[in-house]
């Protein structure tokens, strides 16, 4: 499995952003059946930084229901990753 395979995308939200000015964290939804090693090689690799820690999470899908309609919402797992200090990305730059 490729880097670009890996890393699916940045969640950009408020709370995510937030975090990445304070402590350097920058937020990633990942693929399935990844580990934390193959997480910190990926993101390494593709925007050449230093990174100091990873944290993963697994978002369960949550029941919806619009008028009579009902479904549930995509199950995401998230990958938490703290940069090393001095480090910055060049993705939210604007």
Request: glycine content about 6%; aromatic content about 6%.
């Amino acid at each position: 499995m490729s880097a670009r395979d890996i890393i699916i995308r940045p969640i950009v939200t408020e709370k995510t952003m937030r975090d990445y000015d304070s402590e350097g964290k920058v937020t990633f939804h990942i693929a399935k059946g990844t580990n934390k090693t193959e997480v910190r090689q990926a993101v390494e690799s593709i925007f050449k930084v230093k990174v100091d820690k990873v944290n993963i999470v697994n978002v369960r899908a949550k029941k919806r229901r619009i008028g009579k309609y009902s479904g549930k919402t995509n199950a995401v797992r998230k990958a938490i990753v703290k940069l090393a200090a001095g480090e910055e990305l060049k993705l939210f730059d604007v």
